[in-house]
């Protein structure tokens, strides 16, 4: 007898729910985006013991007649493709015809569904892959489907599930997600005690951003909305021989980018902030991180990430969703376009707005960024995968609100209203969290679950309102969202060459006051963004100025500093550097830009030759010369800038604020630090009770 066999139907199954469903989150995921990919306008999500015992997803999308419904449940079954050729155009969520069969090979499953010009509908219950029972009914327009008893049999499966808490937090963020990208839809997330979610329909994603986390979170968001052109929408167009006269010439498409940034004085310790949409699919792709760094690069440290939310649409032929299991990757036809295009839209962006950092924002990111101003760990977090090298550098003293917007609790929306738990049969008309993603990600979008997280391990049935519970109508949001962006627009660094300088702090800060409120400036990285844009355009244009040195000086270095300063000896020279070899493991430096000299040249070149040289990945980073230059000039301005503890002369400290608001980027200096700190006039009139 041969050693190879065909697997049962339910076998293969199994197989197919390991690689789309690992956890009640995936659950939730796939039959969210077949309510979604069903057109349907109202969505609620119903969870119990965090989706182990309990998952209900009901929609009033267009439903399916007995025929279909029954044909959904076999392997590859899809209304979504075709053809082979479908695969290049794929403009829905689901295609792979696998969710449905797989889930219901590991649950016992419950199908309600009906067409709108039907009189009656169709239940299937299915438990373990087998159907029990199917038969008609009388139900409303849409689709039901009940998920009970999860990995009831696969227990090896089940015993890898976390607390109830965590899967519920994961379900939270994930329904919140989709919210996000779907403001013109109502959904609702709820558990047997408590009304998670609550989001009615709202015209635009800032009202749908207000509405979930508060006005708090939305004035730490800057929004961005770029476009432009592509080559051609899909494979480039055949030669004029091999092309079917029959066939439509292409055309190129256009690529759009909307959503929202954070100020620079907003940073996190890991990318867990990050949340991409392609096509309103959330994503995960390391080009357009990469893509988000570079847009940030000289503006927040290195070692810190932004919070950003990005909507991309694209033709769908400019994209490939078929390239992971789970539908979490996808792969660009045009790589570089998109990277250049997402790099440039938010460098953009954040160059015009010139945000302005406010005090208690300043300080709440210096908390994170120190983890001895960090509160002990909390006990309920769960810890993040081992397994991610994006986000292995995760802090274990990270706690649930740490890794949100914000350390304090989110402030509810004006008029808040708790909505009270109803049951199923009594709604007839009703109608990153991604995979293997770490966990301590879930409670970025999901306040609403960190609160139930904590209610739940002190043994508390909570019903506290919270932004994720409340609902208000779409007028008050929008006037609300209104008020919170214009406050924002406000908040900018433009009124800087008004500043009038009152003195020094310490001889290291300078107090200046204009209209806009009381200013404390950082005199060092004031001087140093200063610096730093100066050095940049003298070398873009070969007139950097430099100094000769009346005696060479003598750096020591070690053989592979000696190596990393032969690769990038031409760029400093174009900065103004003249040095040369002087023996095996000695530098001569006989030139350097003007303003460096004894000990601090010396400093400058070792932390240019440390950053640069040293592992692989720096020996790859070595090759792009845009990083080099601005690692050169970022060391030239820190060594050359005013020092702290340095007395200012009123007309130096006007120099230093008016060449400052001549900046291209003065909220921060080229490592990252904030310049300047704004305490407003309404903030004084607010702490002394005049408002």
Not at 635 to 655: V, Y
């Amino acid at each position: 007898m041969g050693r190879i066999r065909i697997l049962p139907d339910q076998v293969a199954n199994q197989i197919a729910a390991g690689e789309v469903v690992d956890r009640p989150a995936s659950v939730v995921k796939e039959l969210l985006e077949n309510a979604l990919d069903a057109d349907a306008t109202r969505i609620r999500v119903e969870v119990e013991a965090g989706g182990r015992k309990l998952i209900r997803i009901t929609d009033n999308g267009h439903g399916m007649n007995r025929d279909d419904a029954l044909l959904a449940f076999e392997r590859h079954a899809t209304s979504k493709l075709r053809t082979a050729d479908d695969l290049l155009s794929i403009a829905t969520l689901g295609f792979r015809g696998e969710a449905l069969p797989s889930i219901a090979s590991v649950s016992r499953l419950l199908l309600e569904t009906c067409e709108s010009d039907t009189p009656a509908g169709t239940r299937i219950e299915i438990a373990g892959g087998k159907i029990l029972r199917v038969e008609d009914a009388a139900l409303p327009a849409g689709t039901s489907i009940a998920v009970q008893d999860l990995f009831f049999n696969t227990p090896a499966r089940r015993k890898f599930l976390r607390a109830e808490s965590t899967e519920l937090a994961h379900v939270t963020a994930l329904v919140t997600h989709y919210a996000l990208v779907h403001p013109e839809k109502h959904f609702e997330l709820l558990s047997a005690t408590h009304t998670l979610l609550q989001a009615p329909p709202v015209a635009r994603p800032a009202e749908r951003i207000y509405q979930i986390f508060g006005a708090e979170t939305l004035g730490q968001l800057l929004p961005v909305a770029a476009e432009a052109p592509l080559e051609h929408a899909g494979l480039p167009e055949p030669p004029p021989w091999k092309k079917d006269p029959d066939e439509p010439a292409r055309t190129p498409g256009t690529l759009r980018l909307s959503g929202f940034y954070s100020k620079p004085e907003l940073q996190k310790l890991n990318r867990n902030s990050i949340y991409i949409f392609v096509n309103k699919r959330l994503i995960r792709d390391r080009l357009l991180l990469h893509a988000i760094s570079e847009a940030y690069r000289n503006i927040i440290p290195p070692t810190s990430f932004p919070v950003v939310l990005l909507f991309l649409e694209m033709p769908p032929e400019e994209v490939d969703v078929n390239v992971h299991p789970a539908k979490t990757e996808v792969r660009f036809r045009q790589q570089n376009r998109i990277h250049d295009f997402v790099r440039d839209s938010l460098r953009a962006a954040l160059v015009s707005s010139r945000p302005a950092a406010g005090f208690r924002s300043a300080l709440e990111t210096a908390a994170l960024a120190s983890p001895s101003l960090m509160p002990s760990p909390a006990s309920h977090l769960p810890r993040p995968a081992e397994d991610d090298a994006d986000h292995s550098q995760l802090n274990e003293q990270l706690t649930a609100d740490a890794s949100g917007f914000r350390l304090t609790p989110p402030v509810p929306p004006p008029v808040p209203r708790v909505l009270p738990f109803q049951p199923h049969s009594e709604l007839p008309g009703i109608e990153s969290t991604l995979e293997n993603w770490p966990e301590a990600a879930v409670a970025l979008f999901s306040p609403a679950a960190q609160t139930l997280v904590t209610a739940a391990d002190n043994g508390e049935n909570g019903s506290s309102a919270q932004p994720g519970a409340l609902s208000q109508t779409a007028e008050n949001t929008a006037q609300a969202t209104a008020q919170v962006e214009a406050s924002r627009e406000q908040a900018n660094l433009n009124g800087l060459a008004s500043l009038r300088p009152l003195g020094q702090l310490r001889d290291s800060f300078i107090l200046a006051v204009n209209d806009d409120g009381l200013w404390i400036i950082d005199q060092h990285v004031a001087h140093e963004r200063v610096l730093f844009e100066k050095i940049l355009a003298s070398r873009d244009v070969e007139a950097v100025q430099r100094q000769r040195l009346l005696m060479p000086l003598l750096v020591d270095l070690q053989p592979w500093q000696m190596a990393v300063f032969a690769d990038i000896s031409d760029e400093l020279e174009k900065n103004g550097f003249e040095a040369e070899p002087f023996g095996p493991r000695t530098l001569a430096v006989k030139a350097a830009p003007v303003g460096l000299e004894g000990r601090e040249l010396e400093r400058m070149l070792a932390e240019v030759i440390e950053q640069t040289g040293g592992s692989e990945t720096e020996s790859a980073r070595r090759k792009d010369l845009e990083t080099l230059r601005g690692r050169i000039a970022a060391s030239i301005a820190c060594h050359s800038a005013i020092k702290i503890n340095t007395p200012l002369e009123s007309q130096k400290m006007e120099w230093l604020l008016k060449e400052l608001s001549k900046t291209k980027f003065p909220t921060s200096c080229p490592h990252g630090r904030p310049i300047a700190l704004r305490y407003s006039w309404k903030e004084i009139q607010r702490a002394f009770q005049r408002i």
